[in-house]
């Protein structure tokens, strides 16, 4: 070959783009999930237009690596609408689905019916917004390199010109940095055997037993989805301090079980504890937490918002009942039961061996 065709050609490669040039840089309508999740206002965003956020869009680093954002524009229709709910609930399937044992050290895998109610409630509105914040969590962990992925599919798909939706590109697993990162929390969702639900800050546990139909204190209807609402509001996308004390039972209750209520056409609940020996109270209209305070104010009953509850409570006998950590107690026999009532007028009789439903 002369050497002025030789010199062409040379000059040709160096004004080549370099082979991670085909790989797209993030578009400006593109954002990355903040740093710092906001506690969820379920009300709020159950009144936007639409509950998915933006959808979730690829895109590459300064090294040719793999980020994800979403972005800032509404969905067209309905359609797309479900089409980002359904990717949120295929990476929820992909990372978030407990193995045994992950969870905690009873947790159990999913069986199938406790994944269907899953799926179901992931593509209904409420569902949404806290889908989309795991899915943010998972975003957060996928650009920090913490989450493992198909390097052979993304090199073929950055050379092909067409990114795959993030859940197909990403094999469920920590990358070797994710697995000696302290940060690395992958929420979960695990089964447990007995009945009912329950939550703590980074995982939320389905009974194997199921649901029951009705709340046992008060013959109201259950809906389940306002369940995992409620247990998602114990979570670290609610309120993580609310778990575990009645006047934070009864906030969960308010913001974010008896909005999903309203809205799939149940009544507000209105009762969350149940008074033994006594008869169910009534269901009132008006809002729990502040009839919890209203019981504390005026009739004496000790309403400690740290206090660790059981999620059922019971009254002394007396002109002054008091609630004792949950437990039904009693005066002791042959007292006046006219007296003041004390903390050590009580006697433990009765505390319950299981949870009850939430």
């Not at 009144?47 to 869009?57: E, F, H, L, N, T």
């Not at 009839?291 to 019971?314: F, N, P, S, W």
Request: hydrophobic share 40%; with cysteine; proline share 8%.
């Amino acid at each position: 070959m002369p050497f002025a065709a030789m010199r062409f050609l040379l000059f040709l490669a160096l004004l080549a783009p370099p082979a991670s040039a085909a790989c797209p840089s993030r578009p400006t309508d593109v954002f990355p999930p903040t740093l710092e999740r906001q506690q969820v206002n379920l009300e709020r965003e159950l009144d936007a237009p639409w509950q998915a956020g933006g959808a979730i869009v690829l895109y590459c680093d300064a090294e040719g690596r793999p980020q994800a954002g979403r972005s800032s524009h509404p969905p067209r229709d309905a359609m797309e609408e479900q089409a980002r709910r359904a990717e949120h609930w295929a990476l929820a399937s992909k990372l978030n689905m407990a193995k045994k044992g992950e969870a905690h050290p009873r947790g159990l895998p999913l069986a199938k019916p406790q994944m269907e109610l899953l799926q179901r409630f992931a593509m209904a509105d409420a569902g949404a917004v806290w889908l989309r914040e795991v899915a943010d969590d998972s975003l957060r962990l996928f650009n920090k390199g913490y989450l493992d992925y198909d390097r052979t599919l993304w090199a073929r798909s950055v050379k092909a010109g067409r990114l795959p939706p993030l859940s197909r590109l990403l094999n469920g697993k920590l990358s070797d940095k994710g697995l000696f990162a302290g940060d690395a929390n992958v929420f979960k969702f695990s089964g447990y055997a007995g009945p009912g639900a329950m939550a703590h800050p980074g995982a939320i546990g389905l009974g194997d037993g199921g649901l029951r139909c009705q709340f046992p204190s008060s013959n109201e209807l259950v809906d389940p989805h306002a369940i995992l609402s409620h247990e998602f509001g114990h979570t670290r996308y609610g309120d993580p301090a609310s778990g575990g004390s009645l006047l934070g039972e009864a906030r969960t209750v308010e913001r974010y079980e008896n909005p999903v209520r309203v809205r799939n056409g149940y009544e507000p609940r209105a009762l969350y504890f149940e008074r033994v020996n006594q008869g169910a109270l009534e269901a009132k209209k008006d809002s729990l937490f502040d009839r919890l305070l209203r019981l504390e104010r005026q009739r004496g009953i000790a309403v400690k918002d740290q206090t660790m509850v059981e999620r059922y409570h019971c009254d002394c006998p007396g002109p002054l009942p008091i609630i004792l950590d949950c437990e039904v107690r009693e005066l002791p026999a042959g007292e006046d039961a006219s007296a003041p009532v004390q903390d050590h007028d009580c006697k433990l009789n009765w505390k319950p061996d299981l949870a009850p439903l939430r």
